[in-house]
């Protein structure tokens, strides 16, 4: 967990890493499959243009769009920064325990009246945090979180998003 001083440091520094190495930056597991397959890439490509037109980034707009992920390296701007590791060895099984850990995180922090953001794109960032935070080898980074009170009034946080109902992914036996 990262706050004051610590935080402000990592950020300083993931942030210039971001600005000079953008385009050669990998993360340390693959984020999507590759090509993503429909229907999933049809999805993908839809939230992105409703994520571009909140922010009023338009796709060609490359220096835009860099500035707005840098965003991101700044932890968005959030008091406390948090980084999230696990042991190498372990089995895509354990993701799934990984994510109910991370859901576990996110309900405590909204119990104290607090918000949080997720944010995988830190596993971009793993070999500056291994350096700066002595991260050692044997563990991965799975991603990082922002920890705050999130602004309401950012168009993107406020976007009439096309949420699938329940219908679309689950089926339903009663008899
Ligand atoms: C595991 C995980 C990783 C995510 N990584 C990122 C990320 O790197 N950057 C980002 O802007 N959003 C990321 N998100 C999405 C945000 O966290 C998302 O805005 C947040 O989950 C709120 O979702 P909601 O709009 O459905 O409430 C991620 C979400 C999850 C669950």
């Known amino acids: 967990m990262l ?3 610590a ?5 300083e520094a993931a942030v210039k890493n971001f600005n000079d190495n953008h385009d050669k930056l990998v993360p340390e597991y693959p984020f999507f499959p590759d090509p993503i397959p429909e229907p ?10 409703q994520l571009g ?6 796709r060609s707009d490359k220096e835009g769009r860099r500035r707005d992920v840098a965003r991101q390296f700044k932890f968005f701007g959030a008091p406390v920064g ?4 696990m042991d190498r060895r372990l089995v895509p099984a354990s993701f799934i325990c990984y994510g109910g850990f991370l859901q576990t995180v996110m309900l405590a922090a ?7 953001l997720a944010q995988q794109i830190w596993s971009l ?6 350096k700066e935070l002595g991260i050692p080898e044997s563990d991965m980074v799975v991603c990082g979180m922002c920890i705050g009170y999130a602004d309401n009034g950012l168009p993107e946080n406020d976007m009439a998003l096309d949420k699938f109902g329940p219908e679309k992914f689950a089926t339903f036996l009663d008899a």
């Open 40 to 49: 999933h890439a049809s999805w993908f490509t839809k939230f992105r243009g």
């Open 7 to 11: 935080r402000e440091r990592l950020v």
């Open 125 to 130: 960032q793993y070999p500056l945090l291994r």
């Open 110 to 116: 909204k119990g104290r009246g607090l918000d949080t």
């Open 53 to 58: 037109d909140a922010q009023g980034v338009e």
């Open 82 to 85: 948090l980084i999230f590791t």
């Open 3 to 5: 706050t004051g001083k």
